[in-house]
């Protein structure tokens, strides 16, 4: 009994604590997102298998843990899948932590990035056989994770104690997936021309067609999306609209009234209308682009006069100054003073061991190592637009590579204001796995059948 | 008694070593066409958990035919299946006529006419052929896209001067399918030049004399006697066009290729059905080419080598006129993308051609090749430089084992299947064995590609981002190039021969080392390089079977998908220079070039 008012209490404070971003904590709009119930209920003694382990690496440190690891894999190889190519890097720091340990240590190893959503096949393939080839998975698309991952048992969930505790937590109270690190997607604009972006709704004003990859192509986009209609997001919307003058408000008006009946029809709340005419303007008008990449060398070329875009923050980092190409001439919205709305979205990288991870102990141990060390998150950290979930470990990362004036004076576009600032101030619209599943053939079948742009429609 | 005659039939049936041939490929072929097949049907089907299917169906495991009433009925039909079929055979009719219209107008040129430089355009014009098909997408992006149309930075002709093309120009059908059939043309020039460089001009002759009009006897007599040409380049072409995924991604045209990646996610049952859709017009299209097949015994003629092959005159200044304005042409197909791969590692960020507005090549930069640290700034995105990341390196060895042993395996088993269905001709077996040898050809890329992905990576067996299963999956899919152009070779060969060195006592082995491959060996050999330098720049078939870096072609993908033109551009460097090093190499060893065997010689 003792345990569970305990639970109640670590898990209040997990709540407030922000820095777990999306997934942390489930929103009471559905199912428990959570990987971990099974060991939060019951005694370590009970379980079997891969949960026993996790169970007992729940209770562990690091340092304990890394014997473990040791032990186990010493000579082995270990194979890790992720979406982020930076597991690659981030495993030879590992080793090499190890090694600090044991000098006779050794692992080969392998990271894989699969393509096109390829991760999940992959991922439900693997977990078919009695011992899998991959050991722990970083992943992001809470959705896709939350129905195809962790409902069908797939995916496990370990949370490193000391990550808890630097979040105020326990293992045991915490429910939600373990987040490696959010990182933001934001909306940027040209500024070599003379379009302004003040508020969150210009973004789907007549005649605009901001770059983004499109809701195919990437599904966190597509997560964005529908987490605009949860109704603390629809909220900020609706205030947002409210700010706009009324000949700005009588173009969205059709399609909110319009979209009344719809929100009704999907079980929305009552600011919903605000959210799918959003959403409905928003696929109607963006200028579909493959990559994020390509996005931002079209924004900061001087000849993309008053176009805008939606994309990952971090990659102002790659532009080089030139004739024509300036991280100037690009401004983040939601850096402007007077800027109303919501100022991007943020997404996770979740990390997971598998159900029948051959080296259960190391996959803990590595995921402990880059939850709870700088060293461990250092392949992310040493980019802007990309926080860690351990706050001990953002502030140490802050502290070694300075985001926050990352640009100086010279390129304030560049100086990263930080996860606090971005999820108050910012309004990032964070991504939520157990909305984003409950809604994902409601809403999200919704989006789909909704017009996308192309060039030339209003020729 | 009978028990004997049967025991020596058997006997005899078996000493025919084109008999074990046909029996053991027959076998293998049709489970390696069929099963995947059979695959992805299951997986139209099957019910899979956090997709569609489970919503609908309320279960997470079983069978339904839920996801054919969904993709058929629901309000999204038009969007995932109708609006991307139409376009689908827009793109490949379109693509079929642009190919067979400049490469057999470029092949009418060349081997009819008195035209100038030749060798040289000969040798060009099958670049686009070599290079990956996207990339010469991506040119068209940096030339033609303007932020007055696009609504994107400018490309090279609206930057510099200031002229914008309209959007169906940009992006769509009509780019995509210039950009495949400009890919595709040097089928049409091989197949189609191959006949009209051994065909009779006895023919056109006896027509010019009897005073016809040359627009008559070009529809009367030479376009009849091309036609077998013409439909194989449209049985190459359309299947090709219609599979094609990364074209028409880049320029932005929806097809059930796209579409079946975008669906993959949360409609995985139903992009299945596309894929079988695609697989669909592909037996269409063989069995309307097994009709072609019959007409084609009208134009025997064909077949003859001809002593009176006369050039047409094209005129004094016409036949330089013509050769320049095809090195013109040429130059923007073949050339200039190579020039713009090169530049495009020297620019200090994807497309910034700074250096040309003024005029300032400080404005160049040597990072993208020599950086050796790993670094986040400046667009490097952590990667190392070309000459030092081994990602690239990597796969480029991966590339080269994978195309290697494809070319070998597919090369063989196509040879030994042209020989056996040659020899045997006018058996049912051997036209079966013929058929599903050359199936996977016609099926797209992207439909084969997800089916083995299906097939090879279940509970029994995962070998996915595996040599192994690339491998399977190359030479099943290229079997066909070395089948096709070895029993067009073969059927040349007359029976006699083989049958005076079986009077001698001669070997199988030795029948075929010293006879018969000698004689054919320019299209043996050609059946070899065909399945290597396509393999070598293989993304489609390859997308679903392995990892990012695994290959060249999806690590070239990878960055060009990112926005790292610089390092996407090295590796089409790196590809082209290989393919006509092997070319020439080959070349010089064997005699035979591409430009000499794909339709056989």
Known sequence: MKRKVLSLIMAASMMMASFVGCGGASTGSGDSAGGTEASADAPAAELTGIDKIIAEAE??????????????????????????????????????????????????????????????????????KSEGTFAMTLIQDGNQIQSKMVDTDILKTYVPKEWAEANGTTPDAYEGFLPLQTLNKVFMYNNTGSAEFTNCWDFVAEGSHPLFMGVDSEIVGKNFLMMLTRDDYAKMLKDAYDKLDASQKSYFDPTIKAMESEASDLGLGADAKYSLAWIKLWINSYNEQTDDGPICNTLVDK?????????????LRSVEESATVSVNNINVAAYQDGYTGIGGYGYCH??????????????????????TTEQGFDAWGKDMGGYSSNPEVAKAIEETYHHSEGGGDEFPAKNDRGYDWWTTDGQLVLEDPAYCSEVSFTVGSWIDVQDHYSTGDEE | MTKAIFKNKVKTWFS????????????????????????????????????????????????????????????????????????????????????????????????????????????????????????????????????????????????????????WWCQGAFPSAMVLGLHYAPFAYILIGGIFKNMDANLEEAATILDTPKWKIMRKVTLPMIKPAILSTILLVFGSAMGSYPVPHYLNLTTLST??????????????ILAIIMMVFGVIILGMNQMSLKSRKNYTTVTGKSGQLTKIRIGKIGKYLVGIIFIFITFFTS?????????????????????????????????????????????????????????????????????????????????LIGYAVAKKRRNKWANY???????????????????????????????????????????????????????????????????????????????????????????????????????????????????????????????????????????????????????????KLTGASLDSGIGGK
Request: glycine share 6%.
């Open chain 1, 59 to 128: 209770t562990m440190t690091l340092d304990e843990l890394a014997k473990k690891a040791i032990e186990e894999s010493n000579g082995k190889t270990f194979y890790g899948v992720g979406n982020s190519s930076r597991g690659k890097t981030a495993l030879p720091l590992f080793i090499e932590y190890l090694q600090g340990i044991d000098s006779s240590y050794s692992m080969e190893f392998e990271w894989q990035q699969p393509k096109n959503n390829k991760i999940f096949e992959q991922l439900t393939s693997d977990s078919l």
């Open chain 1, 303 to 315: 000849s993309a006069k008053d176009q805008s875009g939606l994309l990952v923050y971090s990659k």
């Open chain 1, 350 to 371: 979740y990390l997971f061991l598998t159900k029948n991870s051959p080296l259960p102990w190391t996959a803990c141990a590595f995921i402990a190592f880059m939850t």
């Open chain 2, 16 to 167: 025919q070593p084109q008999n074990i041939i046909l029996l053991l490929f027959g076998i293998v072929l049709t489970f390696s066409t069929v099963a995947p097949i059979v695959a992805i049907v299951q997986d139209t089907m099957k019910i899979h958990p956090g997709t569609i299917d489970q919503h609908l169906t309320g279960q997470v495991t079983g069978y339904t035919l839920v996801n054919y009433v969904d993709l058929f009925t629901s309000r999204l039909a038009k969007t995932n299946l109708w609006i991307p079929l139409l376009n689908t055979v827009i793109l490949s009719v379109l693509t079929c006529f642009i190919s067979i219209l400049f490469g057999g107008l470029f092949a009418f040129l060349v081997t009819r006419t008195d035209m100038k430089f030749k060798r040289y355009l000969s040798s060009i014009f099958i670049f686009p052929y070599i290079m990956p098909q996207w990339t010469l997408a991506v040119v068209w992006q940096h030339m033609f896209y303007s932020n007055k149309v696009t609504g994107t930075s400018d490309g090279l002709l609206a930057a510099i001067f200031h002229i914008y093309f309209p959007s």
């Open chain 2, 259 to 272: 579409k079946y990646i975008s669906m993959n996610s949360m409609y995985t049952g139903e992009a299945s």
């Open chain 2, 335 to 415: 050339i200039w993308p190579i020039l713009l791969f090169a530049l495009e590692t020297f620019l200090p960020n994807p497309g910034d051609y700074s250096f040309l507005y003024t005029g300032n090549l400080a404005h160049l930069t040597t990072k993208w090749w020599v950086t050796n640290e790993n670094i986040t700034e400046n667009g490097m995105y952590g990667q190392p430089g070309i000459l030092y990341n081994n990602t690239i390196w990597h796969a480029f060895f991966g590339t080269l084992f994978l195309a290697v042993v494809c070319a070998l395996i597919a090369g063989t088993i196509g040879t």
């Open chain 2, 433 to 587: 064995v013929n058929n599903v040898a050359f199936l996977p050809y016609l099926m797209p890329s992207i439909a084969v590609g997800a089916a083995f992905f299906i097939l090879f990576s279940n509970e029994r067996i995962n070998l996915f981002n595996t040599y192994t299963l690339l491998i399977i999956a190359g030479v099943v899919k290229y079997i066909p190039f070395a089948s096709r152009s070895s029993l067009n070779s073969m059927l040349q060969i007359s029976n006699e021969l083989e049958e005076a060195a079986i009077i001698q006592n001669a070997s199988w082995i030795k029948r075929m080392t010293r006879i018969i491959i000698p004689i054919q060996k320019s299209s043996i050999i050609s059946g070899y390089l065909l399945p290597f330098m396509t393999c070598l720049r293989e993304l489609s078939l390859f997308l679903l079977l392995c990892t990012q870096g695994f290959i060249l072609s999806t690590t070239l993908d990878y960055f060009d998908e990112m926005g790292l033109y610089a390092f996407s551009s090295a590796i089409n460097l790196i590809l082209i220079v290989t393919i006509l090093v092997f070319n020439t190499l080959v070349n």
